[in-house]
């Protein structure tokens, strides 16, 4: 890999799939919209631009469904005066004015004359667009708007820098009076379309462009429709103009009721309350309607499908939030668990899912995304959340369900995460083209010994047998809830041995914290990570160790000022600009976070909860991306940009709400319908906070905390008869 021109991939991609760095989506600051299966990726003016390392589109179920857009203005690109996604993340909108030109009619135009308001979402597979030109100007001009488009079919991992032997075929377009279609017949035998519609019709429209002339008297404007679909069903009567307001309404309200479920934040910080708007927000464009529910997917651009890690850590981190999501995420991973062996797909009975794709490659095979297992961690996370799920709302009934699946889950642990028999889950990928590395940090040098030298597998890292004693201790607790004793018994008996295998073997009493992992020698790699810290999340780590723990990763070399890095100065591969190798991931930071409320360190987990807002205050929209260069934090300035990091992610943005919960000591009893808040802090940054409709079992309250000095005042705002809130100092 060519470390000019590559970056390490992403969580679930490929080492021979990487993102090209030379499509650096944070130099070009371009604007995301998402709804769905579909997406686009877009310029600051609204554009998409077209050319090799350029990845902006529109994109549905991987697939690059429009590849070029570009809007003139009297036969030249318009200035840009402003442009924004709105912070409900329905609309981008977009302010454009001429330049200083020769007219259509000949007379010459000074710039500034006419205005052009681009407003655009998406809605149902289709990409709604409204133009809107008005003449300021004290004379009558003659507008001429020219709109060119492209539909290359690009599978995703193609429009990435991913090169293919064999492509299949354009069809011939069919251009109509008003619309225009563009086809695709795939190697997969199946046909994609593009339909362009357009209200009023054009002067001229061709499979190339469309063009509008129009003469505008003083004052007057005039307004121009257009939509894309992709894969259009049915014929529909309503002219563009018609379907942009009423799919506007409906987008609209359909992100406003699946939000309605979250509980609300408001603060006495006002930036703060932009940034966790945001979040919200975030999350919930995100998130898919499935069968199943609920799915958040990744983030976007590059991972907006279904994974199944980011998606159980998404949910823990919105645990508290809103419910539903942990539960279609339960349900959707239920169903799509492994049922036999498939070495390609890196699948084992029982194995949660990593990954899902349905461009033409994964279809044919080309990359092995189609449904991909290759994750060490999902199927332990799967019964970590289910335990999670069912101590946050009581819900036996969702136990019940998915009990044949925890129960595969925990036989795929024994059975095939312990590769070797020595109590420890390990991984080892069967698909020579798989991921080398299937933990979150799956970088092809992310798993090294001290001196720099890269682990070989197969290997046992350290958060995921936290994360096997957290499953086989839910897998107890929900067991013995279903009537299961005997068999919750033996997963507790597991869990204790577990516990001391791992302080056994892990603990690096010189660096004061666990190793990294083992390799497949049973040689520990002696390095200090963030890893480590996600052991917090759990008991595994014996109470005399985690006060070092806890010190080493809030120490400097660790702690950049932003959050902690996830290697830390002065380790051989330590590089602030790596992937993984010392850069600072807002989850990976909320995570930690938890675990230090955990077992009760308020101040560090409130550290984190000031570097991370911090950074979100710097960030475009306040908007946390999924991850920031790990340089120290110097004065006035931001935190560095990582050059290819998703925004909106999905795990990032339930960073600040899950922090919010770790400074809180916020948890909930579905048994006794109470909150509870135990040593609740605010930061310095926050005088007061209103926590609205939390709900427990159907009942809701909301609370209002205030910060005296170092307490914090709760006071009970509004409440249904018989929940409760409790608070323990």
Known sequence: MDSQTETQTHAGELDGFPVAAKSLLSERRLHTLKQGDMFGVFDQTGDILYGDGIADGLYFHDTRYLSGLSMSLQGTRPILLSSTVRENNVMLSVDLTNTDIDGPDGRHMNHDLLHVRRSRFLWNRVCYERVEIRNFDVEPRTALLDIRFLADFADLFEARGSTRPRRGTMAAPEVGEAEVKLSYDGLDDRRRTTMLRFWPPPAELTAQHATFRFDLPPGQRVLIHYEIECDPTERHEAQPNRRFLSGAVEARRALRLSSSRAAAIATSNEIFNEAIRRCICDIYMLLTDKKTGPYPYAGVPWFSTAFGRDALITAMLTLWLDPEIARGVLAYLARHQAHTEDPIADAEPGKILHEVRHGEMAELGEVPFRHYYGSIDSTPLFVMLAGQYLERTGDVALMTTIWPNIERAVEWIDRYGDRDGDGFVEYGRRNKDGLIN????????????????????????????????????????????????????????????????????????????????????????????????????????????????????????????????????????????????????????????????????????????????????????????????????????????????????????????????????????????????????????????????????????????????????????????????????
Not at 541 to 570: C, K, N, Q, Y
Not at 596 to 624: K, N, P, Q, S, V
Request: charged share 20%.
């Open 438 to 729: 299937q933990g979150w940090k799956d970088s092809y040098d992310s798993i090294f010994h001290a001196d720099g030298t890269l682990a070989e597998g197969p290997i046992a890292l350290c958060e995921v047998q936290a994360y096997v004693y957290a499953a086989r201790r839910a897998a107890a607790t929900i067991g013995r809830r279903l009537g299961r004793t005997a068999y919750a018994d033996r997963q507790d008996q597991l869990a204790d041995a577990l516990r001391v295998a791992f302080n056994d073997r892990f603990w690096i009493e010189e660096l004061g914290t666990y190793a990294l992992a083992l390799d497949g020698h049973k040689k520990p790699c002696r390095v200090r990570s963030s890893n480590a810290g996600h052991i917090l999340l759990t008991d595994i780590a014996t109470p005399d160790r985690v006060p070092r723990l806890v010190a080493g990763l809030m120490h400097r070399s660790s702690f950049s000022g932003w959050g902690i890095r996830t290697i830390p100065e002065g380790e051989a591969r330590y590089n602030p600009m790596a992937y993984h190798n010392g850069s600072v991931w807002p989850h990976d930071n909320a995570l930690i976070g938890l675990g230090f409320a955990r077992h009760g360190y308020r101040d560090e987990a409130e550290r984190l909860f000031r570097g991370m807002f911090d950074a979100a205050f710097h960030t475009d929209l306040r908007r946390l991306p999924e991850l920031f260069c790990g340089f120290t934090r110097n004065r006035a300035e931001g935190p560095v940009r990582y050059p290819v990091a998703c925004s909106p992610q999905a795990w990032a943005a339930a960073t600040l709400p899950a922090l919010v919960q770790s400074v809180l000591g916020l948890s909930f009893d579905p048994t006794a319908v109470a909150v509870h808040f135990q040593r609740p802090r605010l930061p310095d940054f926050l005088e007061q906070m209103t926590l609205y409709n939390l709900e427990v079992g159907g009942d809701k309250v909301t609370v209002r905390l205030v910060r005296v000095e170092d307490e914090v005042a709760i006071n009970v705002v509004q409440r249904t008869q018989s929940i409760q809130v409790q608070i323990t100092n």
